[in-house]
């Protein structure tokens, strides 16, 4: 007898835009997220100084390229280099090896055991933030089965193992002999290894005699970036020369701006979206429509959080309505009693209704 197929589990997009997640978390500051990553590039250019460098500082707690990180224990698999070479390496790095900073030279392959170690490692080491695999070409299953399916799926299974241990791991692997202009095209394998990543670095030295290079960085929880870098003899660390969105506004749009002022001086509101957009609007100087506004408040929520804005949506009589509540940023956390020192204010929920409602603690009632 067949086994009955399970229902759908599905869920309409107006309930999902109102849902509140977690903000995803970074191991380092806008650059690696919790998830799977692959570090690309030529053999013997660098990239396991910088792996080095980047898993030396996480477990220190100190920043990479001034980007902060959340500091934890890392377990490293050199799985190229004996530990004397391991060894040499560190010494040059730093002279103060961090304790929460760990390395293997062995380990076993994907579907034959390297999940369970790393899994069994973590539990050893709960703080755990980043696993790096180096590289990922010692740890394949090394099947007959060359194609985009099985790249894809020994990805997946690094993948899924990330997200469950909430972790972050790097995979470093070598590129095509044959050059690119996309740089997931450089990648050595098919396209479904690229495809099942979080995000890819490519790090491009151009000639092996020069010190400078370039980190071009895209995925999809970070922003696509390139990093200027020169390798330091002194050290054996790559310096950041310029990164791409050191420049790059990343202020909150006024509309938001007016929101929070507005927010700070009513402490609490409840309405439709129009009224709450007709308000911003007169506030902001600029017509606003209430569809971009909720939009703009569900992309900025945890920024608004941050600034003491917390809202809720809900309906009532059919209308679509928006709950916006204020605290001090430190005590913001999105609960409602977080307000409860200032008075409620409340719109009349009058759909046909387009005048601006004028709140001030005079005219206001309670709800």
């Given amino acids: 007898m067949p086994k009955p197929i399970e229902r759908l589990a599905v869920i309409d997009g107006e309930t999902l835009q109102d849902m ?75 002279d103060e090896a961090p304790p929460n900073a760990f390395f293997a030279t062995a380990a076993e392959k994907l579907g034959q055991g390297l999940c369970e170690q790393i899994r069994e490692f973590v539990r050893e080491h709960p703080d755990t933030v980043l696993v790096a695999i180096d590289t990922f070409q010692i ?67 151009g000639q092996r ?32 020369l310029q990164d791409s969105l050191e420049n790059r506004a990343k202020e909150m749009p006024e509309e938001l701006t007016a929101l929070i002022e507005f927010m700070r001086s009513a402490q609490t509101f409840s309405g439709s979206n129009t009224q ?5 609007g007169k506030l902001a100087g600029k017509e606003i429509a209430p569809k971009s506004l909720k939009q703009m408040m569900n992309r900025w929520r945890y920024a608004l959080e941050e600034k003491g804005v917390s809202f809720q949506s809900r309906k ?3 209308q679509r309505l928006v709950q916006i509540f204020f ?8 609960a409602r009693d977080a307000t409860s020192s200032g008075a409620e204010f409340t719109v009349p929920c009058d759909p046909d209704s387009t005048e601006t409602p004028v709140f001030s603690r005079e005219n206001a009632r309670p709800a």
Wanted: proline share 4%; glycine share 8%.
């Fill in 209 to 240: 005699s020069e010190d400078a290079a370039t980190l071009v960085c895209t995925g999809r929880d970070i922003e696509t970036r390139k990093l200027d870098l020169r390798f330091s003899k002194s050290d054996c660390t790559w310096k950041l």
């Fill in 316 to 318: 009532s009589n059919g």
């Fill in 20 to 94: 509140r997640f977690q903000p995803g978390k970074f191991t380092i500051d806008t650059l690696l997220p919790q998830g799977i990553f692959m570090l690309g590039g030529a053999p013997k250019n660098g990239k396991s100084w910088m792996v080095l460098d980047w898993c030396v500082r996480v477990a220190k707690g100190e920043p990479v390229w001034n980007l902060p990180v959340k500091q934890g224990s890392i377990l490293y698999l050199c799985l190229e280099d004996p530990l004397r070479r391991v060894q040499d390496r560190l010494l040059q790095l730093t």
């Fill in 139 to 205: 740890v394949r299953s090394g099947g007959q089965d060359i194609s985009y399916a099985s790249d894809y799926e020994e990805v997946r299974e690094l993948k899924k193992l990330a997200d469950e241990l909430q972790i972050s791991i790097l995979l470093v692997h070598h590129l095509r002999k044959q050059g690119a202009s996309d740089p997931l095209n450089k990648l050595s394998g098919t396209t479904g290894i690229s495809g099942a990543m979080d995000a890819v670095f490519i790090l491009d030295r």
């Fill in 276 to 280: 709450l957009a007709d308000t911003v």
């Fill in 327 to 334: 605290a001090s940023a430190k005590d913001a956390s999105g």
